[in-house]
């Protein structure tokens, strides 16, 4: 049994910020599900939105060179009323993607944004969150009706030429391969071809809601040097490897991370630590999956 008086994390020292997390919308979310890590929903109020002003001033310590993606997360994203500024703002440094459940999406929107895509060097790339290709089953986790929105979503973007990536959780511990089959087939019926770019699977973080909902880390359930070496597991698949969350209340390692305070790296991107200690359970995740579980993953 590991006790905090024989356990050493092991550490991950961050050489380049490739990743830059905007938590856009603290935890405001117009869904509430029942596996969301950070118990986000619509009066989740714990953490205030992000200014425009801050966005700027964030994006002036980053080093363009090394800088390659954008995320902008919440909370819902698209429920921050300055988000087409945001948009237009982030897309001048570097490919942003919207982490989103889809459901505010419509023609309209989806034209708009393809425009300011088109004005840019950089793209626009649509992370939607759907938990299963069956309606019941991500229903019974997202809310009723939510399924039927995210789909009408993702038409949007298909037919003003976006190629969205779907996440989806498994929650059903489902074979990956005949999950991942599943999603292909019900991405066919769209007007485009899917490609294992367009399908992220990742395995749940144990915390907030799910804790409530499903299960919880056991006290074991952490990263030592030793798991890692059984795992084969590289420090380079962690997400904290190359990433910073910038939220209202500081700089985070991992969105995972943002509603706890062992996850602050610092208060500004520019006093921020690089070195960061794998000592929480939520790490365990991402050694368990051995794979980025937040950011994009072209090479494959």
């Known amino acids: 049994?590991?006790?905090?008086?024989?356990?050493?994390?092991p550490y991950i020292e961050m050489t380049n910020l490739n990743n830059l997390w905007f938590q856009i919308t603290g935890f405001i979310c117009n869904l509430k599900c029942k596996h969301c890590y950070l118990s986000c929903n619509s009066t989740n109020k714990t953490r205030n939105?992000?200014?425009?002003?801050k966005i700027r001033k964030t994006l002036d310590q980053v080093n363009k060179k090394t800088l390659e993606e954008i995320y902008l997360t919440g909370g819902e994203p698209l429920l921050h009323r300055d988000i087409n500024n945001i948009i237009r703002y982030c897309i001048k440094y570097a490919d942003v993607n919207i982490i989103t459940n889809g459901t505010l999406i419509n023609d309209k929107k989806a034209r708009f944004l393809r425009q300011i895509e088109i004005d840019n060097d950089y793209e626009i790339i649509f992370r939607i969150s759907l938990d299963h290709y069956k309606e019941q089953k991500n229903d019974d986790i997202r809310g009723k009706g939510s399924y039927r929105k995210t789909l009408s979503g993702i038409k949007s973007l298909i037919n003003n030429g976006f190629n969205p990536v779907i996440n989806a959780v498994n929650l059903w511990q489902e074979d990956e391969s005949q999950f991942r089959e599943g999603f292909f087939d019900f991405l066919s019926q769209f007007n485009f071809e899917p490609s294992e770019i367009n399908l992220k699977i990742t395995p749940p973080v144990k915390t907030g809601e799910f804790a409530k909902n499903f299960s919880v880390y056991n006290e074991n359930d952490l990263v030592t040097v030793e798991s890692l070496k059984k795992n084969n597991c590289s420090l380079k698949n962690f997400d904290c490897y190359n990433t910073r969350v910038i939220t209202d209340d500081g700089v985070y390692a991992c969105p995972a991370l943002v509603n706890d305070p062992r996850g602050k790296t610092g208060e500004t991107l520019a006093d921020s630590a690089n070195?960061?200690?794998?000592?929480?359970n939520a790490c365990f995740s991402c050694q368990q999956a051995n794979k980025k579980l937040f950011n994009n993953e072209w090479n494959l």
């Not at 070195?275 to 929480?280: C, D, G, N, P, Q």
């Open 1 to 9: 049994m590991l006790t905090n008086l024989n356990f050493q994390a």
């Open 49 to 53: 939105f992000l200014n425009l002003d």
């Open 275 to 280: 070195k960061f200690f794998l000592e929480l």
